[in-house]
C-alpha cells in the first residue's frame, strides 16, 4: 500500500516516463525492486525521493549498472532509481583548472570533453570504460595514478546530492582549502549511494602532458628501483609491468634511460600510449571471474599479503598497493583465514564480487573500525535507512 501511496504522489509532479517496470537489468544479488522510477532532472529527483522516504522505501541508485555486483546482499529493495539521464552536463574550467560533471556523464565522454581544452581527470579506475561518473565518485574507484595525483575523494572539490528526504544540498565551495571542520564532501565520495545521492561532482583536473610513455617490461621489478625510476604509475597484470612516464620529452627519455639499465622493454608513446593504459587500468577481464578479491596494505607489504591467496587473474599496482585477485571459485574459510592474515599485515581484504550465497555469510568490505562512528553519520543523513540498505559496511 505504501508503494502505491508513493506513485500516485510522484505521478502527480514527474514526466509520463518517469515510472518503469523493472527489467533483468536492476536484479541485484538475485533480488528485483518492485518498481524503476527514472527522473528526468534534479527537480523530479527531489519529488521522488521525499515521497519514497515518506513511505519509508527501499532505494537503490543506479546509473550504467557496470558495480550493482559491489556491496552486501540488500536487506530490501523496493525501488531502483536509475540516474541515467538526470544529469550528463560536462562544464572544464581549463583556467582554474576544475571541472564539474553531472551524476550520469560517462567516464569516456568527460574525458573527451576536458581533452578538448587540453586537459584530463586524472584518475584511472577499474571499469572506467563501462562506469559514469556518479559511480566513479560515489564509490570512491581509483587506479595507479593515485600515486601522483592522489586518490578520487582527494580531488573532489564540492558535491551537490539529494538526500534521503529530497532535499538538495551542496557540500565543499570549489576551492582548494575550503573546510576546517567535518568534511562532509568526503564522506559522500566513497559511501556508495549509502548517505544520500550524488548529483554533481566538482574535482580538481590536470593538464595533458607533452609526452606520454608506457613501458612494458615481462618481469616485475622490486618497490624500491620502480620507486627510483619515478613513474606516474605502475601495474603489473599476471607478472607483466607496465610503467606509466609522463612530462617534457628530456624528463621521459631519461626516466626511460634509467630503465633501460636495469631491465629491457617495449614501449609506447603518445595516444597509443594513453589507449594502453586506461584499457589496463580499467581491468575488465577480471570482473569475469566469478569472485573478484581486492588486497589493501602499505606498500612494502602488499606482496606478502597476495602470495598465499589463490588467484586465476592478478594485478598488482605497487605503487599504491593495492592488488585484484580474479578466482574461480573460494570457500568462506579461505577467506576469513586471508582477511585475518591481511589485518596483520596492516591492510584488509574486501570481496568486490562473489556469488550470492557466499556474501550472505561474510560482510564483504572486512572493515572493522569506526562501525559505531558511521552507524551514528548513517542515522543522521539517513534517518529511515532506505538508501542501500544493509550494502555497505558492516551492514549499513
Not at 538475485?30 to 521522488?48: A, F, M, Q, T
Not at 582527494?154 to 534521503?164: H, K, Q, S, W, Y
Not at 569506526?370 to 529511515?384: G, H, L, T
Request: overall charge positive; some cysteine; proline content about 5%.
Amino acid at each position: 500500500m505504501t508503494l502505491e501511496i508513493a506513485l500516485r504522489n510522484i505521478e502527480r509532479e514527474v514526466s509520463n516516463d518517469s515510472v518503469k517496470e523493472p527489467t533483468n537489468k536492476y536484479i541485484i544479488d538475485g533480488l528485483s525492486p518492485k518498481v524503476v522510477l527514472y527522473p528526468r532532472d534534479i527537480n523530479e529527483l527531489s519529488v521522488i525521493m521525499k515521497n519514497v522516504s515518506r513511505e519509508k522505501l527501499s532505494v537503490i541508485p543506479i546509473v550504467n549498472g557496470s558495480k550493482v555486483f559491489m556491496g552486501n546482499v540488500p536487506k530490501s529493495y523496493d525501488v531502483a532509481l536509475d540516474l541515467s539521464r538526470v544529469h550528463k552536463v560536462i562544464e572544464p574550467d581549463p583556467e582554474e583548472m576544475v571541472g564539474t560533471y553531472g551524476v550520469s556523464a560517462s567516464f569516456n565522454e568527460t574525458q573527451e570533453a576536458l581533452k578538448r581544452v587540453g586537459r584530463r581527470l586524472p584518475i584511472d579506475p577499474p571499469l572506467s570504460n563501462y562506469s559514469s561518473i556518479g559511480g566513479i565518485f560515489s564509490c570512491n574507484l581509483f587506479g595507479p595514478l593515485a600515486y601522483i595525483f592522489m586518490t578520487t575523494r582527494d580531488i573532489t572539490l564540492r558535491v551537490r546530492a539529494v538526500m534521503p528526504d529530497g532535499t538538495i544540498v551542496r557540500w565543499g565551495t570549489g576551492m582548494i582549502k575550503d573546510v576546517a571542520g567535518y568534511n562532509i564532501k568526503r564522506l559522500f565520495i566513497g559511501s556508495c549511494g549509502s548517505l544520500g545521492i550524488i548529483y554533481e561532482v566538482m574535482s580538481r583536473i590536470a593538464a595533458i602532458p607533452d609526452v606520454t610513455a608506457v613501458a612494458k617490461v615481462d618481469k616485475e621489478l622490486g618497490l624500491l628501483i620502480t620507486r627510483r625510476l619515478k613513474p606516474y604509475g605502475v601495474i603489473i597484470i599476471n607478472g607483466t609491468m607496465y610503467l606509466r612516464f609522463e612530462g617534457i620529452k628530456e624528463e621521459v627519455e631519461y626516466r626511460l634511460s634509467k630503465l633501460s639499465e636495469v631491465s629491457k622493454f617495449e614501449v609506447f608513446y603518445g595516444n597509443e600510449a594513453d589507449g594502453l593504459w586506461y584499457r589496463l587500468t580499467s581491468i575488465n577481464e577480471i570482473f569475469n571471474y566469478s569472485v573478484v578479491l581486492k588486497v589493501i596494505t602499505p606498500q612494502a607489504k602488499l606482496e606478502n599479503a597476495v602470495k598465499e591467496l589463490p588467484s586465476d587473474y592478478l594485478v598488482k599496482m605497487p605503487m599504491i598497493g593495492e592488488a585484484y585477485l580474479g578466482i574461480n571459485s573460494i570457500d568462506i574459510n579461505t577467506l576469513n583465514a586471508a582477511r585475518k592474515r591481511i589485518n596483520d599485515l596492516g591492510g584488509y581484504l574486501v570481496i568486490l564480487k562473489a556469488p550470492v550465497d557466499i556474501k550472505r555469510g561474510i560482510d564483504v568490505w572486512g572493515i572493522g573500525q569506526n562501525i559505531d562512528i558511521m552507524s551514528k553519520m548513517k542515522s543522521v543523513f539517513d534517518p529511515a535507512g532506505i538508501m542501500n540498505p544493509g550494502r555497505f559496511v558492516g551492514g549499513l
